[in-house]
């Protein structure tokens, strides 16, 4: 038997014989989380953005398992309904009688090869690589058990060894069990090596071993923690390992939990992005809920939320209080203070906002300016053409070197259908125009300012709605009545 938490060589997992290699994942998720609150399940609760169990496959995916199996409960159905798109094996478990019991559930549809590693929906910060390790040592025909020493283990399942020697790792006896918080003595209590819950264990361990279980402890449950002092009576190699932070194992139960556990999120990614030479004015108001990449000389202001898939070119600078969602923003480009730019592209050296919002299927050319209450959507925008006032550009499509006055609209919807609006290049659109799609400005045109463009723009010429101006010498002012 074996006890240390020395790191352990990966490569010993690649050293193993292929047949012997197969790696099931048991996702614990049952648990109603009654402490959120909350009509939603508790896994389903995003963090950056995903739901927490998204974490936890996205860790167990990245050692390729040959199954996840997910034992889910009481409400369940909305978390099977949210990954229906994925290969997972759905286990219900009901009723939720404890840690092992959940385990015994998915047991007859494991492998008898390989091993099985036991991870937890509402533990979303689990890093693979501690995964691996655990992943390694159970290879080696080993119950390889995560635990750590923490500062506060109250509430916490607490590891006996056979020997304590708090504070002298080097001089740690031998694991013996796990005892539950609700089951230890005052003197175990004291205990601060604390039994995270993750472990792999070879397979055909954990089915002589999990029927044996009993319920004869102070919750009345079959506890998975007991399967530890089952390998020790056997005389089966235990090994314990711990994880670098102690984010990784840490549980949510609250609201409260789920937010401390967003910020370090963040602040990973934070340090990240900065890392590679990202200037983030200020890192701890800073959110990314997807995939950011950036090239070289990249800032970002405070309190802007990056969603989906979103890339910034070399020297683009982002505003304060702008989201960013599924967009490329072109080298040099500047997106200025609460926008909202979601589904777009954009070229080099633009210039969007303040209060821009720009909206899905939208492109912008190169040198594009998008001014203050501008929205453009589903739109094409050609080289050096500007919008920088007050309009609505929807299903259009815009050539090069085009001004868009103050107060323009697109009108694309007749109330049944939606229609396009064609400017082509060089046009100049005086303020507060109606263009009523589908209609062609041709090149080189001229709106006159308070025009209802309801047929084709001749091209090169001037457009205008004749209007009379007049004076009424006879009219007075009103005048407020006492
Ligand atoms: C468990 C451990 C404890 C450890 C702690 C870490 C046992 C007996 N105890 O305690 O040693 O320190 O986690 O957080 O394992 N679950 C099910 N079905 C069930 C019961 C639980 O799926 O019938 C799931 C829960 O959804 C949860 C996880 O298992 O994700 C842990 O359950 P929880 O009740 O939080 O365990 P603890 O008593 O806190
Ligand atoms: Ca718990």
Redesign the pocket.
């Given at each position: 038997m074996t006890s240390a938490t020395q790191p352990i060589d990966l490569n010993m997992a690649s050293a193993q014989t292929p047949d012997n290699k197969t790696l099931s994942v048991v996702v614990?998720?049952?648990?109603q989380?009654k402490r959120m609150k909350s009509a939603l399940p508790k896994v389903l609760h995003p963090l950056a953005g995903k739901p927490m169990l998204a974490h936890v496959f996205a860790a167990a995916a990245q050692l390729f398992p040959d199954k996840i199996y997910v034992?889910y409960?009481h409400g369940g159905e909305a978390v099977r309904a949210a990954f229906m798109d994925q290969p997972l094996v759905w286990i219900k478990?009901d009723p939720?009688?404890?840690?092992?019991?959940?385990v015994l559930q998915a047991l007859p549809q494991l492998p008898s090869t390989g091993i099985t590693l036991v991870l937890?929906?509402?533990?979303p910060l689990i890093r693979a690589s501690t995964l691996a390790k655990l992943a390694a040592v159970a290879h080696q025909h080993t119950l390889a058990w995560l635990t750590m020493t923490v500062a506060n283990p109250d509430?916490?399942?607490r590891i006996l060894r056979n020997h304590q020697r708090r504070g002298d790792d080097e001089g740690k006896g031998q694991v013996i069990g796990?005892i539950?918080d609700k089951d230890a003595t005052d003197a175990e209590r004291t205990i601060h090596e604390?039994?995270?819950?993750f472990l792999a264990c070879p397979t055909v361990l954990l089915k002589k071993w999990l029927p044996q279980l009993g319920n004869r402890n102070a919750?009345g449950?079959y506890?998975?923690?007991d399967i530890l002092a089952l390998a020790v009576a056997e005389g089966c190699a235990v090994q314990t390992l711990s994880p670098d932070t102690e984010f990784e194992i840490a549980?949510v139960?609250t609201k409260e939990q789920l937010a401390q556990l967003e910020r370090i999120f963040q602040h990973e990614k934070a340090e990240r992005l900065m890392s590679a030479g990202v200037m983030l004015i200020d890192p701890a108001r800073f959110d990314v809920r997807g995939e950011l990449t950036t090239a070289e000389d990249v800032t970002i202001d405070v309190n802007c939320i990056f969603e989906g898939r979103v890339h910034l070119d070399a020297r683009t600078k982002i505003g304060a209080n702008c989201i960013l969602r599924n967009c490329k923003i072109g080298e040099g480009t500047e997106i200025l203070p609460f926008s909202f730019i979601d589904g777009a592209e954009i070229g080099q050296h633009a210039r969007i906002g303040p209060y821009a919002r720009i909206r899905p299927d939208t492109t912008l050319a190169d040198g594009v300016h998008i001014g203050n209450f501008v929205e453009v959507k589903a739109s094409i925008v050609g080289s050096g053409s500007k919008a920088n006032h007050l309009s609505y550009v929807g299903d259009a499509t815009v050539g090069e070197n085009v001004n868009i006055g103050a107060g323009t609209i697109t009108c694309n919807y007749d109330g049944a259908n939606k229609h396009r609006t064609v400017i082509q290049d060089n046009v100049h659109i005086g303020s507060d125009v109606q263009l009523v799609a589908p209609i062609v400005v041709g090149k080189g045109a001229t709106i006159a300012a308070g025009t209802t463009v309801w047929k084709d723009a001749a091209a090169g010429e001037l457009t205008l709605n004749p209007k009379i101006q007049a004076t009424r010498p006879d009219w007075t002012r009103p005048i407020k009545k006492p």
């Amino acid at each position: 038997m074996t006890s240390a938490t020395q790191p352990i060589d990966l490569n010993m997992a690649s050293a193993q014989t292929p047949d012997n290699k197969t790696l099931s994942v048991v996702v614990l998720a049952a648990g109603q989380g009654k402490r959120m609150k909350s009509a939603l399940p508790k896994v389903l609760h995003p963090l950056a953005g995903k739901p927490m169990l998204a974490h936890v496959f996205a860790a167990a995916a990245q050692l390729f398992p040959d199954k996840i199996y997910v034992v889910y409960g009481h409400g369940g159905e909305a978390v099977r309904a949210a990954f229906m798109d994925q290969p997972l094996v759905w286990i219900k478990q009901d009723p939720q009688l404890g840690t092992g019991h959940a385990v015994l559930q998915a047991l007859p549809q494991l492998p008898s090869t390989g091993i099985t590693l036991v991870l937890y929906g509402d533990v979303p910060l689990i890093r693979a690589s501690t995964l691996a390790k655990l992943a390694a040592v159970a290879h080696q025909h080993t119950l390889a058990w995560l635990t750590m020493t923490v500062a506060n283990p109250d509430g916490l399942g607490r590891i006996l060894r056979n020997h304590q020697r708090r504070g002298d790792d080097e001089g740690k006896g031998q694991v013996i069990g796990i005892i539950e918080d609700k089951d230890a003595t005052d003197a175990e209590r004291t205990i601060h090596e604390i039994n995270t819950g993750f472990l792999a264990c070879p397979t055909v361990l954990l089915k002589k071993w999990l029927p044996q279980l009993g319920n004869r402890n102070a919750q009345g449950e079959y506890y998975l923690t007991d399967i530890l002092a089952l390998a020790v009576a056997e005389g089966c190699a235990v090994q314990t390992l711990s994880p670098d932070t102690e984010f990784e194992i840490a549980g949510v139960n609250t609201k409260e939990q789920l937010a401390q556990l967003e910020r370090i999120f963040q602040h990973e990614k934070a340090e990240r992005l900065m890392s590679a030479g990202v200037m983030l004015i200020d890192p701890a108001r800073f959110d990314v809920r997807g995939e950011l990449t950036t090239a070289e000389d990249v800032t970002i202001d405070v309190n802007c939320i990056f969603e989906g898939r979103v890339h910034l070119d070399a020297r683009t600078k982002i505003g304060a209080n702008c989201i960013l969602r599924n967009c490329k923003i072109g080298e040099g480009t500047e997106i200025l203070p609460f926008s909202f730019i979601d589904g777009a592209e954009i070229g080099q050296h633009a210039r969007i906002g303040p209060y821009a919002r720009i909206r899905p299927d939208t492109t912008l050319a190169d040198g594009v300016h998008i001014g203050n209450f501008v929205e453009v959507k589903a739109s094409i925008v050609g080289s050096g053409s500007k919008a920088n006032h007050l309009s609505y550009v929807g299903d259009a499509t815009v050539g090069e070197n085009v001004n868009i006055g103050a107060g323009t609209i697109t009108c694309n919807y007749d109330g049944a259908n939606k229609h396009r609006t064609v400017i082509q290049d060089n046009v100049h659109i005086g303020s507060d125009v109606q263009l009523v799609a589908p209609i062609v400005v041709g090149k080189g045109a001229t709106i006159a300012a308070g025009t209802t463009v309801w047929k084709d723009a001749a091209a090169g010429e001037l457009t205008l709605n004749p209007k009379i101006q007049a004076t009424r010498p006879d009219w007075t002012r009103p005048i407020k009545k006492p």
